[in-house]
């Protein structure tokens, strides 16, 4: 069974744009994390990444992580370890 899903950018037919208003903005990330986590884009995106951009992202999305989710949210949105 699957752990992760990727609906909202199947699903979603609104404006993809930043700087609109918010509700746009959290749509169009939304959409461009999914897009960009499609296994054949990742796939050639992260081989052609320096080692400093890896860190970047990788410093981003642990800082964004500890700041916006708890430890459960961490463990059971982020991980998906839904096992106690």
Avoid: P
Wanted: charged share 35%; net charge negative; glycine share 6%.
């Amino acid at each position: 069974m699957k752990k992760y899903s990727h609906e909202f950018v199947e699903t979603y037919d609104g404006l993809m744009g930043f700087g609109w208003e918010r509700e746009t903005d959290e749509q169009t990330i939304a959409c461009y994390l999914q897009m960009l986590s499609d296994d054949g884009l990742i796939k050639i995106l992260a081989s052609r990444m320096s080692d400093r951009e890896l860190e970047e992202l990788h410093d981003l999305i642990t800082r964004l992580l500890r700041t916006h989710l708890n430890d459960d949210e961490y463990h059971g949105l982020f991980l998906k370890d839904n096992s106690d």
